[in-house]
């Protein structure tokens, strides 16, 4: 698991946010376990906060993106600490809360998957809308003052026309948006009913090597990697059409960090104001490894087939050649309802944040790739010195 290095210029900006002024906060963090909860928890403990996060019992292990930060609790110099819970147990909430008193509050638990929503969507609407409400009002009750991050969505805009801010109205098309647009009020209710420093950071999609592997990015890159080392033969997509305003989730994070860090409490959209298709970023992506792609055909028959074929993918699968068909569509993937773009502007998160994206769309792509064939290339090398050792030892 790579770890980031957070050297950001932000911090050095505002006097409140230096190491020493940071030294023994303390923040909880739902969803610790998840893309963006992995890089905040490495972001406040590289400012010297106690970092305490909410995980759930699973009977696999779901810890894998922050087991590289992880230090027994009997260590004196543990900073990170993990508790049990689920956003619909109210009790335990309120006890956590209650227990840790923390000055910070990160709250990114969710059923964050926009085509599982479909599916699930009364259980979408409990975890991700009602979750909120449930952790508000565990703070209420156990009367601790602390500070409150929503992680709200650009999918709460839906079609609304971009570029799209603060003030662009809610018309969200899919029940994970509408469990969004409930939460997003909540906070917002709290924050003025209550006078609690409750802010929504409305975040448009970011990405990263972490990303859950059924969002489109990363299912896109490590499906690539796979077709590269000849253990997938087709990636298959739904609609290639839809744009997305795609940033990089450290930098994101940041962002989350430096609303908490405001005099007041206010609303910010996060984004990169960039937008480009599916299809451009598996273009890209493809490319990146040396795999040139052209479309044929429409629709659901579209397909996409290898154009060229360059160097930087030796060494190639030895069936591959230009002329075999690698993506195809699967409407499987189609939602009853897409929202088809989507292109922030994040203005205000500039003048009163100081914040902007740092590694731009290409970049990220990259990264991205490079990732997911590194962890490849790293499995095989391990199986070819376990073939090795297996080899040497029937010799013996
Ligand atoms: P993610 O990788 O899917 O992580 C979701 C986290 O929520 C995981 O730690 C998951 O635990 C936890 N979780 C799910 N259900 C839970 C429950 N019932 N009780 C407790 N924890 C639960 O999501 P992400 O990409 O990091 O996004 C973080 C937050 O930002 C989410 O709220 C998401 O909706 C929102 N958001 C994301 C983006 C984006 O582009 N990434 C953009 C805007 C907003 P397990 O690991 O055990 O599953
Ligand atoms: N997941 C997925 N899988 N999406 C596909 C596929 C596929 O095979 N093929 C095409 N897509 C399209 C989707 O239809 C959608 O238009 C776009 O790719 C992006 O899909 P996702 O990567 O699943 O992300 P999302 O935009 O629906 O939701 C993400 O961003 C939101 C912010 O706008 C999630 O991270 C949400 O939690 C987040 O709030």
Not at 274 to 300: C, P, Q, R
Request: aromatic letters at 10%; charged letters at 30%.
């Amino acid at each position: 698991m790579e770890r980031t290095k957070f050297t950001g210029k932000h911090s050095r900006e505002k006097p409140s946010t230096s190491a020493s002024a940071s030294t023994c906060r303390k923040a909880l963090i739902t969803g610790i376990t998840g893309q963006d909860g992995s890089y905040l928890a490495e972001l406040l403990l590289s400012k010297g906060y106690k970092v305490h996060g909410l995980i759930r019992r699973s009977s696999t292990f779901n810890t894998e993106r922050i087991d590289h930060i992880y230090v027994d609790p009997h260590d004196s110099e543990a900073k990170l600490f993990l508790h049990y819970g689920d956003m619909t147990d109210s009790g335990q909430l309120t006890n956590l809360i209650y227990n840790v008193k923390p000055d910070e509050i990160y709250h990114l638990a969710a059923q964050s998957h926009v085509r599982v929503s479909f599916d699930m969507p009364e259980f979408t609407g409990d975890i991700t809308g009602i979750g909120t409400t449930r952790l508000l009002e565990a703070i209420r009750r156990s009367g601790i003052k602390t500070r409150f991050y929503q992680a709200s969505s650009s999918e709460m805009f839906g079609d609304s026309p971009a570029p799209q801010n603060e003030e662009t109205p809610f018309k969200p098309q899919s029940p994970y948006g509408a469990a969004k647009v409930y939460a997003y009020w909540m906070a917002r209710n709290y924050r003025e009913g209550y006078g609690m420093f409750a802010v929504n950071g409305i975040l448009f999609n970011h990405e990263s090597p972490r990303r859950g592997e059924t969002f489109v990015t990363r299912k896109t890159t490590r499906a690539l990697a796979r077709i590269k080392f000849g253990l997938q033969d087709k990636l298959y997509l739904g609609n290639l059409e839809a744009k997305r305003d795609w940033g990089y989730a450290p930098d994101y994070v940041e962002a989350m960090w430096l609303m908490l860090q405001q005099k007041e409490p206010d609303d910010f959209v996060i984004a990169t104001g960039e937008t480009h298709s599916v299809k451009e970023f598996v273009n890209l992506a493809f490319a990146h490894a040396g795999i040139e792609i052209e479309w044929k055909g429409k629709s659901k028959s579209e397909k996409g087939i290898i154009r060229s074929l360059t160097s930087n993918l030796q060494p190639l699968p030895s069936n591959m050649k230009v002329g075999d068909c690698l993506i195809e569509i699967d409407p499987r993937y189609f939602r009853p309802l897409d929202v088809e773009f989507l292109q922030g502007d994040a203005s205000k998160a500039k003048k009163k944040l100081k914040w902007e994206p740092k590694v731009r769309f290409k970049e990220m792509v990259k990264i991205m790739v490079d990732s997911d064939i590194k962890d490849l290339e790293e499995m095989k090398q391990c199986q070819d010195v376990i073939r090795k050792l297996s080899d040497n030892k029937s010799r013996q």
